[in-house]
C-alpha cells in the first residue's frame, strides 16, 4: 500500500551550516570525484592471491543493526576501524576492510508490529491524539510525572543509574513515541505503510547503508558486503554450521534457566532486543519465608493457610540478627498463593515475577486470593500488616513485628526488607527512630513492647567495625535519620563488602567461619528446611522493543554454557592474559573489563521463539537470536566475495555460480577447520580452494573496532566462540580489540529536542566528509565520552580549504625557491621536524591514538611549516625547494588516513603518480634530537624576546640578546648529581627522584638555595625526559649565538626595536657595553636574555 498525494512533514531540522559554502561544496565536490577514482579503481579490494608477498592485515567493525539511517555515533566508532585501516596500507600491508548489516532479532519484528498497530489503531494516515496541543500537553504532563517519580524512587533507593532514557526518547527528544513519526524522518512518506512488513526494512536501509558508508570512503572491499537472517541463504548457512559446530563440541545445552524475559513478546529479551535497560541480567535473591503469627482483618479470610510475608535478600548469612521486619505503610501488597499451597504476602510486581519462575501453578499465572481480578495491584496496604507478630527464620528472637519503613522501593524485591540493624545501616536508623520517637511509632499504632524490648544482635565480626559494623559506621559518619541518604550510602559501601571479604561469623553453627564461606551454607541450610527459596529478577528496569516490562522467567532454553564451562572461561582467560597473551586491548581499562566479564559470563540463552534470523539446525522451533549469529562472522567475510559479490547484499547467486544448499558443513569444515575437501560437493574445485585459501590468509583478524559497551556482551562472546570453533588454534582467536566510549556533539548527549542528533547523512552534507572525520578524529580515543565539535568541523573546512590553496600555489611555484645547499638553520630545523611529526604520527596511528596523530600530523606540521614561511618572508629568503616539497608530499600521505579525499586530490596537485591511498609512508630519517632542542631553543627564545619587549617602555629602542654556555657552580653540581640518577637504558630517572633530590640539596646547598636547586632540577628534569641526556650536558652541545645570528632579522621583526645584536658573556664578555649588574643572573645556558636600553 502507497499513500498518494500527501503532503509529507516538515523535514528534520539540519545541523547547523557554516555560514558560507563554497569551500565546503568545494570539498564536496573534489570528495565525489576522487571517491569515483577510486571505484574505477577498485581501491579497496583486498585478495589472498594478489597479495604479492604483502603482510595481511584484517581490520572489522561490528556490522550496525539496520533499523534506520546511520548516525554520527555510529561513524565515530567506525572511523577507529578506517583510519588505523589506511594507516596499515601506507605501511605496505594488504588490508582487507570489509562490512555488512545486521537484522536479526527482535528490533526490526518489534518496529513492523508497531507500526502495524498504529496504522490499524489510529487510521492510514494516523491521527495521532497528541495532533491535539491539548491532549499533547497532557500526555507530556503525565509522562514527566512518571519519570519524576522513577527519579525519586531511585534516588530513595540509591539505585544504579542503567539504562537511563530509551533509546527512542534519545533519538526523538521526546517521550511520545510514535513508529511512523520516526519513520516520516527516514523514508518517503508515501513509503511508509510499507514498512508493517519487516522484511521491507531488510531491502530498504543496508543499501542505503551503503551508499551513505561510500560517501563517507570507508575504503571497504563492498565485494563481502551482506546481510544476516535466512533472507541471506549464504550466511544463513554459516551459521547453521556454526551452531552444529559448537553443538558436536557440547557447547550447545538445552535446559531451564532464568533469563530476562518478556511476557508480552513470550520470549527470552536480551540485549538487542531492548529499548532500555541493556547489560541488565538477572540477579539472585534468597526469599526469606517470615511466617505469620495472626491474620486479622482483612487476612482472616486466609486462616488455616500458611502464610507468609517473603522478603527478598541478599544477604541470608544476616538472618541470625533479625529483630523485626519492614514493610512500606502506603504501599499494596497481595497474597498470592503457591504450587505448594503456602500464600506469600508479597507485591503484584513480584508474584508477577515468580509466576514465571516455578512459584506458581501455571506459568505467567498468579492471582491474589483478597482480589483474585487483580485490579487493586494488591489488596492490602503495609498498613494492614504494621504491628503483626512473625516468626523469622533462624532469628534470635522467638517472635518480632512488622514495622514501618518509608524508604521501600515497591519497584525492587518484593516489598518486605528484613531488618538485622546489627549490619544493615538502614535498619539500625530506622529502628533506633522508632526506639526513640514514641510519636512517630505511635503514628503507624506501634506500640513500645514491639520495638524497644529489642536490642541490636552481634551476628558478624569485621576488623576496624567490631560486631555491630552499622552501629560503629552510623556513630562515625553521624547518621542520625534515613533522611541521611548519602552518608546511608557510604556506610553500606564501607560495610557490606568488607563483611563479605573479612567478616567472620559470631552467631548461629557456624560462628567462627569466614562470611565468604559461611553464606553459601547459611543459604542451602535455609533452603532445605523450606525456610527459604531462590527468586530471580532484573538488576534493573528493563523495556522490551514492544514496550513491556520484563521479568525473570526460568523457561525450557538452548543456552551457550560461556563461563559455566571452567575449561572454556579458561582457555579465553589465557587467551587475553596481560602477561604472555597475544591478545591486544589497547588500554588497560579495557583489558580489566574483558577479564571480568569472562569470569561473570555464564549460561546465555541462544535462541528465540520468533523474530528474524536463523532457524537453529535441529530444533526449527527456536530462531537463534542476534547476539549469537554475530560471533565469528568475520570468518565468513574471507569468503563472502566468492559466494556473494558485490551489490548482492541478500544472497542471491553469486559470481561463481554457488548454490547457498552446496555450503554444507562438510564443506564449512573444509574451509575453515581444515577438513578433508568434501566428496559430493557442486561446488567446483577452483573456487572451494580459493575460499580455503581465502580464509587461512586473512585469518586471523588483527583489530575489531567498537564503542565500549560490547565488552559485555558481543565482544566476549566473540572471544568464547573463537575458542570453541577452533580450539586447536589459538592462532585463529582475535588479535586485538579497541573500543571507544561513546560520543557527545557540542559536550551534550544526543537528542534530537536538543538539536544535536546527527545522521552521517546530514554531517556530511552540512561540512563534508573529510571535515566530518577530522572532528571525529579530534574527538577524543579514551573509554571515556568523547566530543565531536560541530565548531571543529566547521574550522576544518576552512583550515583543509586553505592549506589546498597553499599547496597548489606552492607547487606552481616551486622554480621560484631556493635550491642546493641547505644553508640556514631553519632549512635544517624543517626537515628535522617534519622528520620527528611523520615518525609521531606513526606511532599514534598504531597505538589507536588518533587525536594525537592528528595533533601531530595535521596542527604541529602546519605550525611547523607555518614558522619556516613567516621566518623566511622576514628574513627576505625563499623557502627551499627540497626541503618544502618532502613537507607537502610527508604532509598529504600521513594526514590521508584521516582526510583520504582532501589527500588524494592533493596528491594529484603535487603531481604525484598513483593513488595517495596506495603510497607509501614517508620514509624519513631518525628524528635528530639535539636539532629539536636547537628549535625548541630558537622558538622559546623568540617568544620569551617578544614577550619581554612587549611589556617593556617603547622608548627603550637598543637590543642585546645575551647568551652564556656555562652554568654557576651549583647548578653544574646539580647536572653533576642528575646524571648520575639518570637510567640511559630506560630514559628515564628513578620513582623516588623528587625524593632523594630533597634529601641532596638539603646536604649539599646552603639553607637559602634549596628552592633554586629544587626548581632548576624539576626544570632540568623535563628538559631530559624530552630530549635525553643532552640536556644535562655541562656545556652547551650546540652555539647559541649562531643560531640567534643566523635568525636576527627573524628576531628582529618580532621585537619591534633596532636590530639587536648577540653576544655570549663567556667568549665575548661585556663586548664594550655597559650591562647593568643584576641583567647576567637572568641568562643561563638554554636560556638567553633580551636587554633593552
Sequence with gaps: ???????????????????????????????????????????????????????????????????????????????????????????????????????????????????????????????????????????????????SAKAKAAATTGAAKKGGKTKLVQKTGTGIVRQWTILEKMVPYEMIPEFVDPLVWLHHFPPLGVDHLRLFGVGVDWRRSFITTAVNPYYDAFIRWQFNTLRKAGKVLFGKRNNVYSILDGQVCADHDRSEGEGIGPQEYVLIKIRLQALPGKLAALEGRNVYLAAATLRPETMYGQTNCFVLPTGKYGAYEMADGDVYIITQRAAKGMSCQGFTKEFAKYSDLLDPTNAAGGALSGTDLLGLPISAPNCTYETVYVLPLLTISMGKGTGVVTSVPSDAPDDYVALKALQDKPDFRAKYGITEEMVVPFSVVPIIDIPGYGNVSAVAVCEKLKITSFNDKAKLEQAKDETYLKGFTSGVMTAGPHAGMKVSEAKPIIRDEMIAAGQACIYHEPEGRVMSRTGDECIVAATDQWYLAYGADELWAGAVSEHIAKEGGTFEAYDPSALAKYQYTVGWLKEWACTRQF????????????????????????????????????????????????????????????????????????????????????????????????????????????????????????????????????????????????????????????????????????????????????????????????????????????????????????????????????????????????????????????????EYREWCKVSEVPMHREVIEGWMAALVVIICPIVPHWSETQWKVLGKKGLAVHAPWPSVAEEDKLMSRQSKFLRDSVKNFRNLATKSKPALKKATIIVRDTYPEWREKTLVWMKDQYDVDSGTFPATFMKDLKGWSSKNSEKKMIKNVMQFASFMKREADEVGTAALELRMPYDQKAILVDSLQYIHSQIGREEPIVINMDTDGEAGLKIPEKVPSNVTPGKPYLWLN
Design 1 to 147: 500500500v502507497r499513500i498518494v498525494n500527501m503532503a509529507p512533514a516538515a523535514p528534520p531540522a539540519a545541523a547547523a551550516a557554516p555560514k558560507g559554502t563554497a569551500k565546503r561544496d568545494a570539498l564536496l565536490s573534489s570528495e565525489r570525484a576522487v571517491q569515483a577514482a577510486w571505484d574505477e579503481a577498485r581501491a579497496f579490494d583486498a585478495s589472498a592471491s594478489e597479495a604479492d608477498g604483502r603482510e595481511p592485515f584484517f581490520v572489522n567493525f561490528p556490522y550496525p543493526y539496520s533499523n534506520g539511517l546511520l548516525h554520527i555515533g555510529h561513524a565515530f566508532s567506525l572511523t577507529k576501524a578506517i583510519f588505523r585501516a589506511q594507516y596499515e596500507r601506507h605501511q605496505g600491508k594488504n588490508v582487507l576492510m570489509p562490512f555488512a548489516f545486521h537484522c536479526t532479532g527482535m528490533p526490526i519484528q518489534a518496529a513492523a508490529n508497531k507500526l502495524k498497530a498504529e496504522i490499524e489503531t489510529y487510521g492510514l494516515p494516523p491521527s495521532f491524539p497528541e495532533a491535539d496541543a491539548a491532549v499533547r500537553a497532557e500526555m507530556e504532563a503525565e509522562m514527566a510525572a512518571a519519570q
Design 611 to 866: 523474530g528474524l534470523g536463523t532457524l537453529l539446525p535441529w530444533d526449527d522451533k527456536w530462531v537463534i537470536e542476534s547476539l549469537s549469529d554475530s560471533t565469528i562472522y568475520m570468518a565468513y567475510y574471507t569468503i563472502a566475495h566468492i559466494l556473494q559479490g558485490e551489490g548482492n547484499l541478500n544472497g542471491k547467486v553469486g559470481p561463481h555460480g554457488i548454490k547457498a544448499e552446496d555450503m554444507t558443513d562438510e564443506v564449512f569444515d573444509h574451509i575453515f577447520k581444515k577438513g578433508p575437501a568434501p566428496t559430493d560437493s557442486g561446488i567446483d574445485a577452483a573456487p572451494l580452494e580459493k575460499m580455503r585459501s581465502e580464509f587461512q590468509y586473512w585469518y586471523p583478524f588483527h583489530l575489531r573496532c567498537s564503542a565500549k559497551d560490547l565488552i559485555p556482551n558481543h565482544l566476549t562472546m566473540s572471544l568464547f566462540n573463537h575458542a570453541a570453533i577452533w580450539p586447536d588454534a589459538p592462532e585463529l582467536w582475535p588479535r586485538g580489540y579497541y573500543t571507544n566510549g561513546h560520543i557527545l556533539v557540542d559536550a551534550a548527549k544526543m537528542s534530537k529536542s536538543m538539536g544535536n542528533f546527527l545522521t552521517l547523512e546530514q554531517c556530511m552534507e552540512t561540512y563534508s566528509t573529510d571535515a566530518t572525520r577530522f572532528a571525529c578524529a579530534d574527538a577524543g580515543d579514551s573509554l571515556d565520552d568523547a566530543n565531536f565539535s560541530r565548531e571543529t568541523a566547521n574550522a576544518a573546512i576552512i583550515a583543509l580549504s586553505n592549506e589546498a590553496t597553499w599547496l597548489a600555489e606552492t607547487t606552481a611555484a616551486l622554480g621560484d625557491l631556493r635550491t642546493g645547499e641547505m644553508e640556514y638553520f631553519m632549512d635544517r630545523a624543517l626537515l628535522n621536524e617534519t622528520a620527528r611529526l611523520v615518525r609521531g604520527t606513526s606511532t599514534a596511528f598504531s597505538t589507536m591514538q588518533f587525536r594525537e596523530g592528528l595533533k601531530m600530523g595535521w596542527y604541529e606540521m602546519t605550525s611547523a611549516r607555518n
